[in-house]
């Protein structure tokens, strides 16, 4: 923001003073010292009481204590008015060596009582309620709920807080002065140095009083810088509210060691990524917490992803407010991992030096931390709340000639201080109650509109020097952090989102899939019921089989074959079942399967063979009959030739083949009723029967010989036809 002039002039008057000043002997350091501490000790007192008056107006204090308080107060005032003018030189005194500004030390800030406490505001004057953080004492979990609750309610204001650093070495080398005291933690008191030789402006205002949430000394360490300033914002992230922390400040005013320290000193960045984690880890131990986290930079009006650089970004607005386009969010899971993130985004960060700071901060660098938390409740619905913590260091504010003059430098700090004046406009913008609030004025501004006029618990670190060379930056940091205070942001809301069952991502799918897992499991186990009522009537039927054929086997109890398979005993369900699918599995099921096939087979063969024998048999049964038929037929027409006159009287016998064999035994048949004929008997043709019929061919031995023999019987024994006589010799 820019430095006053008036700011400029005195820093030169008293740069060219300095020395004198350093070489002033002390005159008299314990003189009036009475009157001041009683002077400081009741404008503190009539402070309380205003602050208490104001916050219970119902319980004003006495009218009588009042004026008392009031009548000192104006006495001590008067004193110290006196001693003032007495000691006009000594206001300029302040201790060089003085390193920590703390109540102990008060009395050395001169001229404090002449000052009246300027009102910066309608409550600059009350000890106001910290919305975030309180540095005296850690307040507890009731008050703290109560807090959020009250927040949430009727909004909040910015917390502004202001951090001190120490003296450097180099500003002590060159005879710099402290001008800034630190009382109560919260008072900051700005001393301007006057020239002692300027006599006209002896009497004018030298110190100024400022007050904030908070005050750091140049002693606070980095811890309670942290958790005055942002543990209870980290909280409130946490349940699902927004929050950003942002440092302000001049140019080696000590920012990015406030918000990224060193190794040694880690700041609110690292502090606040390792507190994010060990709270996650205490409040859910199922991973029901999600952090990704973004880092970016504003350099000379352009934004840049410091995690994985290219090319600018286009900040774009949406439902979730301003968003760089193509920003990469990096899920974390540990600490480590994310101090490596922090420290590849910060070797990316562009740093330069400067003649106020070796590394100095070119651009704005915003570390973004989103944690969401996801759970059910009663009906399964899904909530899901989402908290983003904003950690944002600043380029420092600066002057073109306290930087440098180079082309480059210089237009990055115009381009710094660009931003930074935009960012008090719009302070001055919220401030005044402005409809228009210019965010659009640069990119800064646009990204830290939520933190400003959004639904966000906003914090504000003002980084001040000590040092009397940087009165001007001093002054003007401490001038907007006051103005800042009267920010007042919208209560910030718990960003929740409740999902209902069917409304959740792949939901119908799921169920969908559920109901045909349902179904399918009961398809298979309607299969597996009926695939052991197959195999138990099968090894029913295998027993039956194997009883019949005297197949020595156990026989079932009848009431294991007729149990129908879901009426299956305790012990048999408790069996492991096996998917029908893999038919690898071996069972004793399957086994006594695989027996009673090997039954069923056996029997199949006995059946076949069987059949065979059957057809044999029958096939025998044919050839008897045609033989006997045959038989039959030479019977008949040897009793025609005995019938005829001219035959002779002497028996004569046709002889075949087969008669001319010897005898052979009987065919076995499965019927022992009657003899089979000769398998070889020959079929006698009607040219056989011819022949033996002519009287020519007597006695010739032809190829069917006619034997004389009276003794021929027949041996064919037919059911049905009569008993052949036994005398061959048949007269007609
Ligand atoms: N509280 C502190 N305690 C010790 N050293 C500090 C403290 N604050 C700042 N410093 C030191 O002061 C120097 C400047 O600080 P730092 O770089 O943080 O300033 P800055 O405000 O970020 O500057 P710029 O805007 O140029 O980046 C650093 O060397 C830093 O170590």
């Known amino acids: 923001m820019p430095v006053s002039t008036r700011s400029k002039v005195l820093n030169q008057e008293q740069n060219g003073q300095e020395n004198t000043n350093l070489n002033l002997p002390f005159r008299n350091p314990h003189q009036g010292l009475k009157e001041k501490m009683k002077a400081l000790t009741l404008l503190y007192e009539q402070q309380k009481r205003a602050s208490f008056s104001l916050r219970n107006p119902n319980q004003s204090p006495k009218p009588e204590d009042q004026r008392f308080k009031t009548h000192q107060l104006l006495d001590s005032c008067k004193k110290g008015e006196r001693f003032h003018r007495q000691d006009g030189k000594d206001s300029n005194f302040v201790d060089e060596e003085t390193k920590e500004n703390n109540v102990a030390n008060a009395d050395r800030i001169f001229g404090i009582n002449s000052v009246p406490v300027k009102p910066s505001g309608p409550s600059s004057t009350v000890i106001r309620k910290l919305s975030m953080g309180n540095g005296a004492r850690k307040a507890t979990a009731a008050e703290k709920g109560e807090k959020l609750e009250n927040l949430d309610a009727c909004g909040s204001r910015i917390s502004v807080f202001v951090r001190l650093r120490p003296m450097g070495k180099k500003e002590r080398e060159n005879g710099s002065r402290c001008c800034v005291k630190i009382l109560n933690k919260r008072d900051v008191y700005l001393t301007e140095f006057t020239n002692d030789n300027d006599y006209l402006r002896l009497k004018r205002l030298r110190v100024r009083h400022f007050t904030f949430d908070s005050s750091f000394p140049d002693t606070t360490t980095q811890r309670e810088v942290y958790s005055t300033t942002t543990g209870d914002l980290l909280e409130a992230v946490l349940e699902g509210r927004n929050g950003s922390v942002f440092c302000y400040g001049a140019t080696g005013a000590g920012k990015t060691y406030t918000m990224l320290g060193t190794m040694e000193n880690p700041g609110v960045m690292v502090l606040a990524i390792k507190d994010l984690f060990a709270k996650v880890r205490q409040r859910s131990l199922d991973g029901n917490h999600v952090v990704h986290l973004s880092y970016l930079e504003v350099y000379n009006e352009t934004v840049r992803d410091l995690l994985s650089p290219g090319r600018p970004l286009i900040l774009r607005e949406d439902k979730q407010g301003i968003v760089a386009a193509g920003l990469t969010q990096y899920r974390a899971y540990s600490t480590d991992e994310v101090m490596a993130l922090l420290q590849r985004g910060n070797q990316n960060r562009t740093t330069e030096p400067t003649r106020c700071n070796e590394t100095s901060s070119r651009s704005h660098a915003i570390l973004q931390v989103i944690v969401e938390y996801r759970t059910r409740d009663a009906f399964m619905n899904t909530l899901s709340r989402i908290g983003k913590l904003s950690l944002i260091d600043l380029a420092g504010s600066e002057r073109a ?270 019927s022992h009723r009657f003899a089979s004929p000769a398998a070889t008997a020959k079929k006698r043709s009607f040219w056989d029967i011819g022949v033996a019929n002519s009287p020519s061919l007597d006695r010739r031995k032809t190829r069917s010989h006619v034997h004389v023999h009276q003794e021929a019987p027949s041996m064919l024994l037919q059911p049905g036809f009569a008993r052949p006589r036994t005398t061959t010799h048949m007269k007609h």
């Open 401 to 670: 000639v306290a930087t440098d003059q180079r082309t480059l430098r210089s237009l990055e700090g115009a381009n710094i201080n660009r931003s930074l004046l935009a960012l008090s406009s719009c302070i001055n913008a919220l401030v005044e109650g402005k409809k228009h609030i210019p965010y659009r004025n640069s990119k800064l501004t646009q990204l830290l509109k939520d933190s400003l006029g959004g639904s966000c618990n906003t914090v504000m670190i003002a980084n001040i020097s000590p040092s009397d060379h940087s009165f001007g930056e001093t002054q003007n940091t401490l001038h907007w952090a006051d103005r800042a205070k009267e920010i007042r942001v919208k209560g910030c809301e718990v960003n929740e989102e409740v999902v209902q069952v069917g409304e959740q991502e792949g939901g119908p799918d799921q169920a969908k899939l559920l109901l045909e897992l349902q179904e399918e499991n009961r398809e298979l186990r309607v299969q597996l019921a009926k695939q052991q009522q197959k195999l138990l009537t099968l090894q029913a039927e295998t027993l039956a089989a194997a009883n019949n054929n005297n197949i020595s086997q156990t026989p079932p109890s009848i009431s294991s074959l007729m149990t129908p398979p879901s009426a299956l005993t305790a012990q048999q369900k408790k069996k492991p079942r096996h998917s029908l699918l893999s038919g690898t599995c071996f069972t004793p099921e399957s086994s006594k399967r695989s027996k009673a096939e090997e039954a069923v087979k056996e029997l199949q063969l006995t059946v076949k063979a069987l059949k065979m024998e059957m057809e044999r048999m029958k096939r025998e049964h044919g050839l008897q009959m045609k033989k006997q038929k045959e038989e039959l037929m030479k019977d008949l027409c040897s009793k025609k030739s005995e019938k005829t006159p001219e035959r002779s009287k002497e028996t004569r016998r046709i002889v075949t083949r087969g008669s001319l064999r010897p005898k052979e035994k009987e065919l076995k048949s499965p």
